[in-house]
């Protein structure tokens, strides 16, 4: 497993932090098809990965690959723009390097978005699920290796690994914008298949809501660095087996659909937050 040392971290986030100059209250990661909330940033400034010392490029459609720093609903975000995945062939310290480099810029809350599969046969597509918990799949941890205790525990609690406080405040701006929240477990795979018909019925006997192949590592790492954590899906189709075929521009197009209540959702969420 190819790992990231400290010095590098910090080489990038210098890199980062010239650029994006002012203190952060928020973190974001925008998942596939969810990439649109950063258009919504005023005064921003985008940094594609490209240019940061030491950081994996994104390579999947839908998926742009940048920082992006501004402000919504005037609080201060940090957002990546297209995230990097397991399947794309890159070890998992660098899948959760995004996370480290905001750590590393200040940001102490951060919310993670996906498109997932339902497994549980009460969600439709279009659906959103607040993430209550995960279930990692992946066969692989991103805080295996060497341990730098100046990133946290070797031994990260995961009891409280989504923060109940900030799935509180969802749920009520849910509410308030009359936007139906789904609540459920999230199990992460590596992709890049869809499951089979047989694995999802798996992941549902084992108490899975939806699937995907992201989030996991990263929520891993941002609690071993102390942030808070929500995480939010869209629901973009039902797992293999339980309606047709599955197809990429399917997860896309639901993504598009739901486009505009899902940034509505995130910027209530924001502004609650930042009214703490
Ligand atoms: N499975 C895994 N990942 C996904 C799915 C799915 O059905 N939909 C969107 N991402």
Same mark, same amino acid.
Request: hydrophobic share 45%.
């Given at each position: 497993?190819?790992?990231? @040392?400290? $010095?590098?971290?910090?080489?990038?986030?210098?890199f980062?932090?010239?650029?994006?100059?002012?203190?952060?209250?928020?973190?974001i990661?925008?998942?596939s098809?969810?990439?649109?909330?950063?258009?919504?940033?005023?005064?921003?400034?985008? =940094?594609?990965?490209?240019?940061?010392?030491h950081?994996?490029q994104?390579? =999947?459609?839908?998926?742009?690959?940048?920082?992006?720093?501004?402000?919504?609903e005037?609080?201060?975000?940090?957002?990546?723009q297209?995230?990097v995945?397991?399947?794309?062939g890159?070890?998992?310290?660098?899948?959760?390097? %995004?996370?480290?480099?905001?750590?590393?810029?200040?940001?102490?809350?951060l919310?993670? #978005?996906?498109?997932?599969?339902a497994?549980?046969?009460?969600?439709?597509?279009?659906?959103?699920?607040?993430? $209550?918990?995960?279930?990692?799949?992946?066969?692989?941890?991103?805080?295996?290796?060497?341990?730098?205790s100046?990133?946290?525990?070797?031994?990260?609690?995961q009891?409280? @690994?989504? #923060?109940?406080?900030?799935?509180?405040?969802?749920?009520?701006?849910?509410?308030?914008?009359?936007?139906?929240? +789904?609540e %459920?477990?999230?199990?992460?795979? #590596? %992709?890049?298949?869809?499951?089979?018909?047989?694995?999802?019925?798996?992941?549902? @006997?084992?108490?899975?809501d939806?699937?995907?192949?992201? #989030? !996991?590592?990263?929520?891993?790492?941002? +609690?071993?660095c102390?942030?808070? =954590?929500?995480?939010l899906s869209?629901?973009?189709?039902m797992?293999?087996?339980?309606?047709?075929?599955?197809?990429?521009?399917? !997860?896309?197009?639901?993504?598009?659909?739901?486009?505009?209540?899902? $940034?509505?959702?995130?910027?209530g969420?924001?502004?609650?937050?930042?009214?703490?």
């Open positions: 497993m190819s790992q990231i @040392t400290p $010095q590098e971290i910090e080489g990038a986030a210098n980062l932090r010239a650029k994006v100059n002012f203190p952060l209250q928020l973190g990661i925008l998942g098809g969810l990439s649109g909330l950063a258009d919504r940033a005023e005064k921003s400034i985008a =940094v594609p990965y490209g240019t940061i010392p950081f994996p994104s390579t =999947v459609e839908g998926h742009s690959g940048k920082f992006v720093g501004g402000f919504i005037e609080t201060s975000v940090l957002m990546m297209g995230r995945h397991f399947y794309e890159y070890a998992m310290p660098q899948v959760a390097m %995004g996370v480290r480099l905001m750590a590393a810029l200040g940001v102490r809350t919310i993670v #978005t996906n498109a997932a599969g497994v549980n046969p009460n969600f439709t597509p279009g659906d959103f699920m607040l993430i $209550q918990d995960h279930l990692n799949f992946m066969g692989v941890n991103p805080l295996i290796g060497k341990h730098y100046e990133w946290g525990e070797r031994f990260v609690d009891s409280d @690994t989504y #923060t109940p406080e900030l799935m509180a405040r969802a749920r009520g701006v849910g509410k308030a914008l009359n936007v139906t929240l +789904r %459920g477990v999230y199990a992460a795979l #590596t %992709g890049p298949t869809y499951e089979t018909p047989a694995e999802i019925r798996m992941l549902r @006997t084992l108490g899975a939806a699937c995907g192949m992201s #989030t !996991v590592p990263e929520v891993i790492v941002a +609690r071993q102390g942030m808070r =954590v929500l995480g869209i629901i973009t189709n797992g293999a087996g339980m309606a047709s075929p599955l197809h990429h521009s399917e !997860v896309v197009e639901i993504a598009e659909k739901r486009k505009v209540d899902f $940034q509505n959702l995130l910027s969420i924001i502004k609650s937050i930042n009214a703490e």
